[in-house]
């Protein structure tokens, strides 16, 4: 028996099992794309998808309209197709395989839906990216944190406490960006405490973490229940960042109202997202931060201080999510309510795990998360019959499907979790 | 010095075992509460102005900080407990009127307590069982939401049955739905390696936005209520004494589990197998066990007991489910848990204690004025404080014990 | 001459151990110093210390006659002192230029990493000292022999002239190690200065220019290798006199009891590591699977104990197939198991000795009637196996964990000895060990294979296999190339194999002779 030729074929049996599997999925989605919406839509009835948005600074653009029927069924035949041709030659790229699925059907899905009305998709973008900001602070500071080897899910309790942090002080000072700076440095703070915990006394990091959820929840609700919601109102009345639209980019159509006309917080998401991504792959101290996280003890031998790199990175991560706590008050409603976070930060962990642990993937599946919640509210107006907790629950299924590895694996840190003992 | 590792931890009398395990907790809740005093403390309006004339008049000061904290953790106390003159009076007129109205008004704070610590033992022991199998449930809010719903499904939709065959089903139910939603994240994290803490938390989103439509559509009682009808008497957990005593079967029940949880992990193949799987999975693979089926097993465990949890709060407190109603379980269940040492005896006196709290945080609530989120505060701490035993030994300036038998490192990251 | 560096009395405790006890060591320029000792002899925590690791709790370092402090790895890198460790410190996911870089990195701009520059730099050292490497490789696509140079590459990349190689040749082939000896006089020629920690004694005498023997965390003696004799160094290592051989009687081979048709097996990151393989294993007969660490000898284990799934091919114990069987069924079919990590697979750690022995029968009577446990059966049978095969402990209750290394060895070896087996596998069954329990855990072996057990050595230390095997299979890249007699085996043939030369050509380049079997501690 020829070892070599074996080789070859068990190696080529998995690439096998990725052919025929994605052309199952492929060609199963073409006939769920014809059968779900194809035959729901009545014919002769356009989609009006919406391209300017009212009171935007941006060149008017035309809105696209589309005939409905007949783009659902080009739709599904495209997808079929490239099933066929995925059963028969084979893609390796299992991204694009899962990009050009999931785009079909909720392109599909958008048109059937508004089939016979109008359906801004400027705005849509628009709402998704603000849905998504907090959702990808909270990714990043576990970003930060995890690559250097440091699980942190107190993120939720981190923005809460920051998010009462910045009304609180944004309302006493009368100053939304002493607002925004405590907020920052309280993030820093309670995951500095975090930090310790883990560092210096190697409490279990989950554990840790679900004491400051715990102790963040009760201590914000305290102080509202206490005081904002009793004789000082006056402490949770900050106002809201106004929105600054950026000169001529806020003009490019479509890009300009959805992202150049957002205020300060968005922006700083923008900023954070690429600085951390050119730190971690691009600088020293990046190279040092995931060295810790991958292999700490090579790290400690080339006389790098582990403690100081999880301490910082960890405390990094916190402000980080410090900034994502202030987008819940001074960044968007300009009050502190009880548990206002709503999960947003475990969904950003779940970002950050569907992002692969890279910023710029956390942001993209920030987004994704971000466009899933600003559609079910537009598809209640649009009164589609789905029940909206169906579509509230397709990212928590999709996290779920992600984490299975079956698209496409995530790989943590390698010691992502595990204290440092010298 | 050599020597010194030949110590002989074996020897040790039970009695100062145990003294040595609930050291540290306890240790831990005293400073929880010591904490949460000084919450109160600063939060209060009256005590920092008399700070403010500190100088005039300190004994003012003192003496409000400490009257301040007596009136919380006194109607703290009486809500968790009871008055004991109240028991007096109630006990002089049942023996000279035979007239038990107020009696059991005395002793109702004590019962409201037992009946809140229920949910908590089983909860507890549900991430307790967890932890020993070296998996970290945080999804026991969202099993017990379902197997609340699920019983509560059971219990309102038959009628006609008898209580012997419809409650035992009702109960049945409850445990099932909350088996399924924990055995979802176990079988992934068995066949896939997906790490059960982000599933388990998935799981919980998933629940409540399938109650939200389940309580607006299919499950609605009719009404404008977002809540189930009630369930059918025949479903319900007897109680053990007339209206505003609540006190019922699901604490005898529940107490009864946490004796089974124990002879499960401590006295049979199948709990030295989950034990074997939690403290080095690849051992307890070379030894022949399953990985697949006790990871599987013990997740489906673990959310029957939740589920459970959940099922008892419906069959014999609330009688329906609303909104909300699972709101906190999941993570105190988690504090638990970590206070018992995953040890049952320990999960259903850390059980006891939270019962209590929480039942007298309301009472606290409302006679001395302070937000029942307090006890999550104090919860927060006591958390850190016994994960960290470390701390509690610096500051009550405790002997330092050997390492390995303090290892607190339940998970391992999100290893795949 | 110049003493480069100078140990003085350097004292470490850890809790319940003295690891070093006031060591003097010096170390002349230009010079290769062994530093031998047996297994938990102080050598690794002393080099520890002095690359700054750990701190010593008395004692003084100079370096060129100056005392210095070494706190971290960073103060014994500025005084021109590198280790290449053990286990090598190398992050996986990262490029050759990426980990030679780490800790000093040469920026563009000041901010940006400048990993060109790096890249350069050790293509010269390639050069210099003839260490062939790719610097845009990934780690992880690396054999461990050139993982070794980036080790070393890193090491005179920040320009160290005291070098501490920390048991080099532990992962490598003789021929390997044979170059590594050239890249070391290269580097001695160069003006450096090496302290090379082993515990191999023909290494040392093949290459030291001065040897210092470390016992029980002190200095038992020092030599020149021209005047010692193996067996001097041997008893200055342990400290009474040792049988350098095996006692054993000759094979009495049975029935085929292990048979192995061209098995396939892919390890977890899906790669083919046991690449078709046909042998068998008789009663009464130990085969030895010779080869370098890495070339599939673990998963070949992993596969016949079910520990990993065969791809294709068939295993067949007494005649019954096992390719697809569960690690239970293939233990309950009369399997033995000693497993090459004992911490990892062999032991449950925190659990006390009684559970570890019953570990594999637990749901067997008299351990367990339906699922309750039996107590009583359980402690009566590990007090008897606990004293039948000499487990030093005060009691049984205590945890695994406390246990030393040898200890720990033999509960392992007294729970798979004391059942019913037709096979023992044994996987590197004395890494790390004692040489008291290293002579145990061999007369334990010979003793199964006189009771008719057919037995699967596999190790990575040549000189056990050729001590115990009566015939010895050498494997390479997941083949098995050839299998030998071991009464005539010529130790370079077996080099030449393992380090992947076809029988042929090895067998025309092997020089006859050199056949005496020395047991290596």
């Known amino acids: 028996m020829n070892t070599i030729e074996e080789t070859k074929t068990i190696e080529a049996a998995a690439f096998r099992r990725i052919r025929i599997g994605y052309g199952i999925a492929l060609l199963v989605t073409g006939m769920l794309i014809f059968l779900l919406f194809g035959l729901n839509t009545q014919a002769g009835l356009s989609s009006v998808f919406g391209m300017n948005l009212p009171s935007s600074q941006a060149i008017v653009i035309p809105d696209l309209v589309i005939p409905a029927q007949a783009t659902v069924y080009a739709l599904a035949i495209v997808i079929a197709f490239l099933g066929a041709f995925q059963m028969s030659r084979g893609i390796h790229s299992i991204g694009w395989l899962v990009g050009a699925l999931a785009f079909a059907f909720v392109l599909a899905f958008l048109v059937w839906a508004a089939q016979g009305k109008s359906f801004n998709l400027v705005g849509m973008l628009q709402s998704s990216i603000v849905r998504a900001t907090p959702i990808a602070l909270a990714a990043l500071c576990g970003v930060m944190s995890e690559r250097s080897g440091v699980v942190n899910i107190g993120i939720e309790g981190i923005m809460l406490i920051s998010a009462q942090a910045a009304v609180i002080s944004a309302s006493l000072a009368s100053n939304l960006y002493v607002g925004l700076l405590v907020a920052i440095l309280t993030g820093g703070l309670v995951a500095a405490t975090h930090a310790y915990l883990v560092i210096r006394f190697k409490v279990d990091q989950i554990v840790s973490g679900v004491a400051i959820n715990i102790f963040g929840v009760g201590m914000t609700s305290f102080i509202s229940s206490r005081f904002l919601e009793k004789a000082f109102t006056n402490l949770n009345n900050s106002g809201t960042f106004p929105i600054i639209p950026i000169p001529i980019l806020s003009k490019i159509p479509i890009i300009g109202p959805a992202l150049f006309e957002s205020n300060i917080v968005i922006y700083l998401m923008i900023v954070v997202v690429i600085v951390t991504h050119v730190i971690l792959f691009y600088t020293p101290w990046g190279l040092r931060t995931r060295a810790v996280g991958e292999h700490p003890k090579a790290a400690d031998t080339l006389g790098i201080n582990v403690y100081l790199t999880r301490y910082i990175n960890v405390i990094a991560g916190g402000m980080i999510a410090g900034l994502g706590g202030a987008y819940f008050t001074i960044g968007a409603v300009g009050r502190f309510d009880q548990a206002m976070t709503a999960g947003k930060g475990f969904i950003g962990l779940a970002a950050m795990i569907f992002g692969n642990w890279n910023p710029v993937g956390a942001f993209f599946s920030s987004l994704i998360f971000g466009f899933a919640d600003s559609l079910q509210v537009k598809l209640q107006i649009l009164s589609v019959p789905i029940p909206s907790a169906f579509l509230l629950m397709a990212p928590y299924i999709v996290t779920m499907i992600v984490l299975t590895g079956v698209i496409g694996k995530s790989t943590p840190p390698a010691a992502d979790g595990v204290p440092y003992e010298k | ?416 | 001459m110049t003493t480069v560096l100078e140990l003085r009395g350097i004292t470490k405790r850890f809790p319940g151990v003295l690891a070093n006890d006031h060591v003097d060591i010096s170390l002349n320029e230009r010079e290769i110093l062994a530093l031998l000792g047996e297994n938990g002899a102080g050598k690794t925590t002393l080099m520890n210390i002095l690359y700054g690791l750990y701190q010593p709790d008395e004692g003084q370092i100079l370096v060129r006659g100056e005392e210095v402090a070494i706190n971290s790895p960073s103060d014994a890198i500025a005084r021109g002192i590198g280790m290449v460790h053990q286990h090598f410190m190398l992050v996986p996911v990262m490029t050759v230029t990426e980990n030679v870089m780490l800790g000093i990195e040469p920026t563009k701009n000041g901010i940006f990493l400048d990993k060109g520059q790096v890249a350069k730099r050790i293509r010269e050292i390639s050069e210099q000292y003839g260490l062939e490497v790719d610097p845009d490789a990934y780690i992880k696509d690396l054999p461990v022999g050139t993982q070794q140079r980036v080790e070393i590459i890193k090491v005179l990349y920040r320009n160290a002239d005291i070098l501490i190689l920390d048991e080099p040749t532990a992962v490598l082939t003789p021929q390997e190690v044979e170059g590594l000896f050239q890249i070391l006089r290269a580097l001695i020629d160069s003006g450096k200065s090496i302290i090379f920690i082993t515990h191999k004694l023909k290494e040392v005498l093949a290459m030291a220019d001065r040897i210092t023997v470390l016992r029980g965390g002190a200095v038992a003696g020092s030599a020149i290798p021209s005047e010692v004799t193996p067996r001097q160094l041997a008893s200055l290592m342990v400290g009474r006199e040792v049988s350098l051989t095996v006692e054993k009687e000759k094979p009495q081979p049975g029935e085929v009891v292990l048979q192995v048709n061209h098995l396939y097996v892919k390890d977890e990151r899906e790669h083919v590591v046991v690449n078709g393989i046909t042998f068998d294993v008789r009663g009464g007969e130990v085969l030895g699977v010779a080869g370098v660490q890495g070339n599939g000898q673990t998963e070949l284990v992993y596969a016949l104990t079910g520990l990993l799934p065969v791809e294709s091919g068939d295993v067949l114990l007494n005649g019954e197939s096992l390719a697809h069987a569960t690690p239970r069924q293939i233990l309950e079919r009369g399997v033995a198991h000693v497993p090459e990590d004992r911490q990892k697979h062999g032991l449950v750690l925190p659990f006390p000795i009684y559970d570890n022995m019953m570990l594999c029968t637990y749901y067997q009577p008299p351990f367990s009637r339906g699922v309750v446990l039996q107590e009583k059966a359980i402690m009566d049978s590990a007090t008897e196996l606990t004293a039948q095969f000499d487990v030093r402990t005060p009691s049984i209750k205590v945890a695994v964990s406390t246990l030393s290394g040898g200890n720990q060895q033999k509960v392992i070896v007294a729970r798979e000895f004391s059942r019913p087996i037709k096979l023992l596998i044994a996987s590197q069954p004395t890494r790390g060990l004692d040489v008291g329990s290293i002579e145990y855990i061999h007369s334990r072996i010979i003793e199964k294979r006189d009771d008719g057990v057919a037995v699967l050595l596999v190790s990575s230390e040549l000189d056990e296999i050729l001590a115990l095997s009566d015939r010895i299979a050498v494997m390479y890249k997941g083949q098995i190339v050839d299998v030998l007699d071991a009464d005539a085996v010529n130790k370079e043939y077996l080099g030449l194999l393992m380090a992947g030369m076809k029988p042929s050509e090895a067998a025309s380049k092997a020089k006859p002779g050199e056949q005496t079997v020395e047991r290596v501690f």
């Open chain 2, 1 to 416: 010095m050599s020597e010194k590792n030949q110590q002989q931890p074996a020897k040790k009398g039970w009695l100062r075992q145990a003294r040595e395990a609930a050291l540290v907790p306890a240790l831990a809740v005293f400073t929880g509460l010591l904490i949460g005093a000084i919450v109160i403390v600063v939060s209060d309006a009256d005590v920092i102005a008399a700070y403010g004339n500190f100088f005039s008049n300190p004994l003012h000061a003192i003496g409000l900080t400490f009257s301040t904290v007596a009136t919380a953790y006194g109607a703290l106390f009486i809500g968790s407990f009871g008055s004991f003159d109240r028991l007096v009076e109630g006990l002089g007129i049942y023996f000279s009127t035979g007239e038990t109205r107020q009696l059991l008004r005395a002793i109702y704070p004590l019962t409201e307590s037992l009946v809140s610590s229920t949910p908590y033992i089983l909860t507890g022991l549900s991430v307790a069982i967890g932890f020993r199998a070296g998996l970290f449930n945080i999804g026991a809010e969202g099993q017990f939401f379902i197997g609340a719903l699920c019983s509560a499904y059971v219990g309102y939709s038959i009628s006609g049955l008898p209580a012997f065959i419809h409650l035992p089903l009702a109960l049945l139910a409850g445990a099932a739905g909350g088996a399924v939603w924990g055995a979802i994240p176990g079988y992934l994290k068995a066949r896939f390696g997906a790490h059960e803490v982000v599933n388990t938390i998935m799981m919980n989103w998933i629940a409540f936005r399938l109650s939200d439509w389940l309580l607006t559509g299919p499950m609605q009682a009719s009404g404008f209520r977002p809540v189930t009808p009630n369930v059918a008497i025949s479903a319900e957990l007897p109680r053990f004494f007339s209206d505003p005593i609540r006190l019922n079967w699901g604490f005898i029940l529940s107490l009864a589990i946490a004796g089974l949880v124990y002879w499960l992990l401590f006295k049979t193949t199948i709990g030295f197998e989950l034990r074997s799987v939690g403290n080095n999975p690849d051992g307890a693979k070379y030894a022949g066990m399953s990985i697949t089926r006790n990871i599987v097993l013990v997740m489906t465990l673990a959310g029957a007991l939740a589920g459970l949890a959940g099922t008892v709060q419906v069959l014999g407190v609330d009688r329906w489910v609303g909104q909300g109603f699972s709101a906190g379980y999941g993570f105190d269940s988690i504090a638990l848990a970590l206070l018992g040492k995953s040890h049952p005896l320990g999960v259903v006196l850390a059980a006891l204690l939270f019962g209590f709290l929480r039942s007298g945080a309301a009472r606290m609530q409302s006679m001395a004025d302070i937000p029942i989120d307090i006890i999550s505060v104090i919860q927060g701490l006591v958390i850190i404080f016994v994960a960290a035993p470390a701390i509690i030994r610096r500051i009550y300036r405790l002997k330092e014990k050997a390492a390995d038998e303090e290892s607190t490192v339940l998970t391992r990251g999100w290893g795949r």
